[in-house]
């Protein structure tokens, strides 16, 4: 998507020089947009380890391109050896991170394949690339699919504004492109249908207030930043038409975690007859799971996180206390909203029920027994 | 209630010097405890105005207080024509506080019925006096009833812990003593009842963070701050006993305008069967109104506080901005809780349903037409 009028993608190849990767680092935003060269395999493990690149697509595609920079940098005679230790490397950058596994496999299933050195630089650089394509693609259609719902509330509505209430990040900055629910808000957007995105502050890491609200403000797409306690009031109000958020995990049957705070909406949205959908790619399912509430392991996070809150001042980035520091907190990284309140899921083949039916109308090959 | 081990209340007489009134500035609260003295109807202006005093029943005991300050400062040939204009300036001082019009008709009451100066000065201590203890009075009296649902839950569990969840400050900062949603909790506390609080944030303002867990803190009752988007997730897994919160205006039919945010709660609730109170003193309802989503106006406040943060760092209380400094944000007040989503109602009269029946049955006065 554009920054600055600018088109972007999160991750790249340096024009000038196809040996180093470039990146985003998406910590310093939204109050400083730099960009990383990752040169080597250490350069990009700590680009997830620490953060600078962040949500599912994008940790893939960083490591997509992880195993292509340790291929340019690994001693020729025992490449297959010294590439298996990197994705081992890699691997444990972010252990919880599936699409880190999966990219680090794939590239080392290509490897396997070599028999030169030169024939797996050229795998692996090919390869990356087909990663990182595959994410744009897949939230492309998923912005194909969610735009008819925004196009349809819009021709209903005459052509008023549609408003549309996003939680946390499932923007371009956590894939390639597109992103998950903001996809088919750029797509509508950019056909040109009035849209205006309420967007959730997202506390404690205020995701939402940082980086959704910097996308959105990059393509120049209408939005307001609201404490995330507002939601329901706007929604008693008649001030949302429709509220779509991305997942972390979707359960086979339709039961889907995603940043706390995640389900009070969806409860205001289903008392209020909004549609509340979840978009995602079909690598976030987990079709191992049937109930979500009771299966998911919420991950607790460092209590630091709520007790002090960063933000810039004096042209730099800062730490502050905001709460008495001899009170306890608890941070909670997610919470699971129940199928019943999710009105359909926007994946890249389509739209679906949130139930083990719908989903197994457009993924029939994961219910065979 | 208890600071460092002291009783204190949060508005008094200076111990040593009787024209002196004494109140806790509550903006520096939990960073700085500072006590401030009111010599005159213009600190006592200010006090308000600038919300070193906030909460309905604090302010009205602060106009109270006021009225005796000017009383003492007055010419005493015109005393009355003085502090006719002493309360007018009063009123203004946040001409939305009903509780502050109370406390000064009251006086100015008082005033009308003295016939020499000396008679004025003693009435005004007096009735400043009484405006103060009837709201000290009025929260233990919620306390007592509201602690009868937090014994029987705690009987139910067989004495293990009950836990709490709060939002915004109803605490007894927000009064005199007590608090409103606070006292039940208070009393259960202090009666050897093992209780815990999750205590929320309670953005953008931070009330939860700042003034509830620095209350709890000092009187030594166990809380744990959590951010506002947690609730539901605690509630899905059974942390959560009660929600007590207090409220800004009921309605006759027992809809609750409260701080942004408590209506997400009150849904979270009841889809998880929690039992949901609000605490009010008498003088929170509002008569005049029956559907309270619809007639009560909510009030938005300025962006700032949405956009800028304040927290504590080098011995300073400093503000920094925490999202792109070009997006739009809102803020609205508080929302409203309809009455289906509310347990019941606990005031100093008792406990009732939140509904024109139930509150009838406490108050039937004030239904006669």
Redesign the interface.
Known sequence: MKIDGKHYRTIWIHPQNPKIVQIIDQRKL??QFVIKDLEDLESAEKAISDMLVRGAGLIGATAGYGMYLAALNVNKKHFIKELLNAGEILKNSRPTAVNLQWAVERQLAEIEKCETYEECVNATLKTAGEITDEDANMCRMIGEHGFKIIEKISRHRNGETVNILTHCNAGWLAFVDYGSATSPIYKAHDAGIDVHV??D????R?QG??LT??E??EHGV?????????????M?HGLVDIVITGADRVTKTGDAAN???T???A??AM?NNVPFYIALPSSTFDWAIADG?NEIP?EQRDGRE????????DGAE???????E???????G???TPSRLITGLITERGICDASEDGIKTIFPEKYIM
Chains 1, 2 share one sequence.
Do not use: C
């Not at 209408?222 to 507002?230: G, L, R, Y």
């Open positions: 939204p109050f309420w967007v502050e997202t506390r404690p205020n207030a940082r609200a910097w959105l403000l209408p939005h307001t930043v609201i404490p995330d306690n507002a939601g329901g009031h706007l008693q940043k706390i705070g389900y009070l909406k409860l205001a008392d509430v919420v709520v007790k002090y809150m960063s933000g810039f001042k800062q730490e502050f206390l905001i709460m008495p001899g009170s306890n907190v608890a941070n909670y997610f919470d699971v």
